[in-house]
Protein backbone atom coordinates (compact mmCIF):
# COMPACT_ATOMS: atom_id res chain seq x y z
CA UNK A 1 0.00 0.00 0.00
CA UNK A 2 2.78 2.55 0.61
CA UNK A 3 4.68 1.85 -2.79
CA UNK A 4 1.32 2.20 -4.24
CA UNK A 5 0.72 5.21 -2.59
CA UNK A 6 4.03 6.93 -3.45
CA UNK A 7 3.68 5.76 -7.01
CA UNK A 8 0.38 7.49 -7.25
CA UNK A 9 0.69 10.36 -5.41
CA UNK A 10 2.78 12.03 -8.25
CA UNK A 11 5.28 13.55 -5.96
CA UNK A 12 8.20 13.54 -8.68
CA UNK A 13 10.66 11.27 -10.01
CA UNK A 14 12.33 10.32 -6.82
CA UNK A 15 9.09 9.10 -4.37
CA UNK A 16 7.81 7.26 -7.48
CA UNK A 17 11.39 5.61 -7.63
CA UNK A 18 11.41 4.59 -4.24
CA UNK A 19 8.03 3.74 -4.55
CA UNK A 20 9.30 1.33 -7.20
CA UNK A 21 12.19 0.25 -4.60
CA UNK A 22 9.24 -0.71 -1.90
CA UNK A 23 7.39 -2.41 -4.92
CA UNK A 24 10.74 -4.63 -5.56
CA UNK A 25 11.20 -5.82 -1.96
CA UNK A 26 7.60 -6.70 -2.11
CA UNK A 27 7.60 -9.22 -5.20
CA UNK A 28 10.76 -10.32 -3.94
CA UNK A 29 9.65 -11.24 -0.84
CA UNK A 30 6.45 -13.06 -2.53
CA UNK A 31 8.60 -14.84 -4.92
CA UNK A 32 10.69 -16.55 -1.91
CA UNK A 33 7.29 -17.32 -0.35
CA UNK A 34 6.04 -19.37 -3.58
CA UNK A 35 9.90 -20.70 -4.33
CA UNK A 36 9.58 -22.26 -0.51
CA UNK A 37 5.98 -23.20 -0.50
CA UNK A 38 5.70 -24.59 -3.81
CA UNK A 39 3.42 -22.25 -5.38
CA UNK A 40 4.75 -22.15 -8.99
CA UNK A 41 2.10 -20.01 -10.09
CA UNK A 42 3.00 -17.26 -6.61
CA UNK A 43 6.83 -17.53 -8.41
CA UNK A 44 5.88 -16.86 -11.87
CA UNK A 45 3.65 -13.95 -11.29
CA UNK A 46 5.90 -12.05 -8.57
CA UNK A 47 9.00 -13.03 -10.59
CA UNK A 48 7.87 -10.98 -13.29
CA UNK A 49 6.75 -8.15 -11.13
CA UNK A 50 10.11 -7.92 -10.09
CA UNK A 51 11.52 -7.91 -13.85
CA UNK A 52 8.59 -4.37 -14.44
CA UNK A 53 9.82 -2.83 -11.13
CA UNK A 54 13.10 -2.90 -11.63
CA UNK A 55 12.72 -1.39 -14.59
CA UNK A 56 10.58 1.18 -12.67
CA UNK A 57 13.58 2.06 -10.73
CA UNK A 58 15.63 2.38 -13.60
CA UNK A 59 13.16 4.58 -15.32
CA UNK A 60 12.27 7.00 -11.86
CA UNK A 61 15.55 6.96 -10.27
CA UNK A 62 17.40 6.83 -13.20
CA UNK A 63 16.81 8.58 -16.28
CA UNK A 64 13.77 10.81 -15.00
CA UNK A 65 15.18 11.66 -12.20
CA UNK A 66 18.64 13.19 -14.07
CA UNK A 67 15.68 14.89 -16.05
CA UNK A 68 14.17 16.47 -13.34
CA UNK A 69 17.34 17.33 -11.96
CA UNK A 70 18.77 18.92 -15.53
CA UNK A 71 16.03 21.09 -15.06
CA UNK A 72 15.44 21.79 -11.58
CA UNK A 73 19.12 22.95 -12.14
CA UNK A 74 18.55 25.32 -14.71
CA UNK A 75 15.93 26.90 -13.14
CA UNK A 76 17.50 27.49 -10.01
CA UNK A 77 20.83 28.59 -11.71
CA UNK A 78 17.92 31.22 -13.93
CA UNK A 79 16.44 31.85 -10.03
CA UNK A 80 20.47 32.73 -8.64
CA UNK A 81 20.98 35.12 -11.94
CA UNK A 82 20.30 38.61 -11.74
CA UNK A 83 17.11 38.57 -14.08
CA UNK A 84 15.32 35.24 -13.29
CA UNK A 85 14.10 33.74 -16.74
CA UNK A 86 13.75 29.88 -16.73
CA UNK A 87 11.07 27.14 -15.07
CA UNK A 88 10.58 23.60 -16.77
CA UNK A 89 7.44 23.93 -18.46
CA UNK A 90 6.54 20.31 -16.61
CA UNK A 91 6.33 22.60 -14.17
CA UNK A 92 3.83 24.67 -14.77
CA UNK A 93 1.39 22.19 -13.70
CA UNK A 94 0.42 22.86 -10.44
CA UNK A 95 1.55 26.53 -10.28
CA UNK A 96 -0.36 28.73 -8.40
CA UNK A 97 -2.16 31.34 -10.44
CA UNK A 98 -3.50 35.03 -9.30
CA UNK A 99 -5.74 37.44 -10.00
CA UNK A 100 -4.37 40.52 -10.89
CA UNK A 101 -5.64 41.83 -7.30
CA UNK A 102 -2.96 39.31 -6.13
CA UNK A 103 -5.59 36.94 -4.36
CA UNK A 104 -5.14 33.28 -5.09
CA UNK A 105 -7.52 32.38 -8.50
CA UNK A 106 -6.77 28.65 -8.78
CA UNK A 107 -3.83 26.50 -10.10
CA UNK A 108 -2.23 25.56 -13.46
CA UNK A 109 -3.06 22.17 -14.45
CA UNK A 110 -1.77 22.22 -18.39
CA UNK A 111 -0.06 24.61 -20.95
CA UNK A 112 -0.67 24.26 -24.59
CA UNK A 113 2.23 24.99 -26.61
CA UNK A 114 1.71 26.29 -30.37
CA UNK A 115 3.68 24.18 -32.63
CA UNK A 116 4.84 27.03 -35.19
CA UNK A 117 5.63 29.70 -32.42
CA UNK A 118 6.69 27.54 -29.13
CA UNK A 119 4.59 30.37 -27.57
CA UNK A 120 2.13 29.15 -24.80
CA UNK A 121 -1.18 29.37 -26.35
CA UNK A 122 -3.28 28.92 -23.37
CA UNK A 123 -3.30 27.40 -19.73
CA UNK A 124 -6.13 25.50 -18.33
CA UNK A 125 -6.84 26.91 -15.17
CA UNK A 126 -8.46 24.98 -12.50
CA UNK A 127 -10.32 26.89 -9.92
CA UNK A 128 -13.12 25.80 -7.06
CA UNK A 129 -13.61 22.45 -5.63
CA UNK A 130 -11.54 20.37 -3.48
CA UNK A 131 -8.92 17.57 -4.77
CA UNK A 132 -10.46 17.98 -8.37
CA UNK A 133 -13.81 17.24 -7.24
CA UNK A 134 -16.39 19.78 -8.19
CA UNK A 135 -13.41 22.07 -9.74
CA UNK A 136 -14.16 24.35 -12.73
CA UNK A 137 -11.79 24.52 -15.72
CA UNK A 138 -10.86 27.14 -18.07
CA UNK A 139 -8.49 27.87 -20.38
CA UNK A 140 -7.23 31.25 -20.59
CA UNK A 141 -4.59 33.06 -23.39
CA UNK A 142 -0.97 32.85 -22.51
CA UNK A 143 -0.99 36.41 -23.46
CA UNK A 144 -3.59 36.83 -20.44
CA UNK A 145 -1.28 35.70 -17.93
CA UNK A 146 2.20 36.78 -16.57
CA UNK A 147 4.64 33.87 -16.00
CA UNK A 148 6.75 34.15 -13.27
CA UNK A 149 9.41 31.58 -11.80
CA UNK A 150 6.89 30.22 -8.69
CA UNK A 151 3.48 31.41 -10.17
CA UNK A 152 0.91 33.26 -12.89
CA UNK A 153 -0.73 36.07 -13.00
CA UNK A 154 -3.71 36.89 -14.53
CA UNK A 155 -3.92 40.21 -16.57
CA UNK A 156 -7.33 40.98 -16.14
CA UNK A 157 -10.23 40.99 -13.67
CA UNK A 158 -11.38 38.12 -11.80
CA UNK A 159 -14.84 38.82 -13.22
CA UNK A 160 -13.03 37.88 -16.87
CA UNK A 161 -12.09 34.67 -15.44
CA UNK A 162 -15.10 33.86 -14.82
CA UNK A 163 -16.74 34.78 -18.06
CA UNK A 164 -14.51 32.10 -19.91
CA UNK A 165 -16.19 29.25 -20.74
CA UNK A 166 -15.83 26.34 -18.61
CA UNK A 167 -14.09 23.31 -20.21
CA UNK A 168 -15.66 20.02 -21.08
CA UNK A 169 -13.20 17.03 -19.32
CA UNK A 170 -11.27 15.61 -22.18
CA UNK A 171 -12.48 18.07 -24.68
CA UNK A 172 -9.94 20.85 -25.21
CA UNK A 173 -10.34 23.81 -27.41
CA UNK A 174 -7.37 23.83 -30.35
CA UNK A 175 -7.20 27.22 -29.04
CA UNK A 176 -8.35 30.10 -26.13
CA UNK A 177 -9.17 33.29 -27.90
CA UNK A 178 -7.99 36.18 -26.38
CA UNK A 179 -9.51 39.27 -24.38
CA UNK A 180 -9.17 41.07 -27.65
CA UNK A 181 -10.91 38.35 -29.62
CA UNK A 182 -14.06 38.62 -27.81
CA UNK A 183 -14.60 42.07 -28.14
CA UNK A 184 -14.33 42.11 -31.63
CA UNK A 185 -17.06 39.43 -32.02
Known amino acids: MLAAMMTAANLGARVTGWGFVVFTAGSIAWTIVGLTS ?3 NLTATNGFLTLVNLI ?5 LGKQRAYEDGGKSAA ?35 ALV ?19 IDEELRA ?25 PLLVEGDWPAT ?5 SREKD
Do not use: H
Open 38 to 40: GQA
Open 140 to 164: VPGEDLAFACDGMTLKRERAWFEGL
Open 176 to 180: ATSQE
Open 76 to 110: EASRRSAYPTLFTATGIAGMPVAGNDGDPLGKAVE
Open 114 to 132: SCETARVSYVVVSSGGVGG
Open 56 to 60: GVWRW
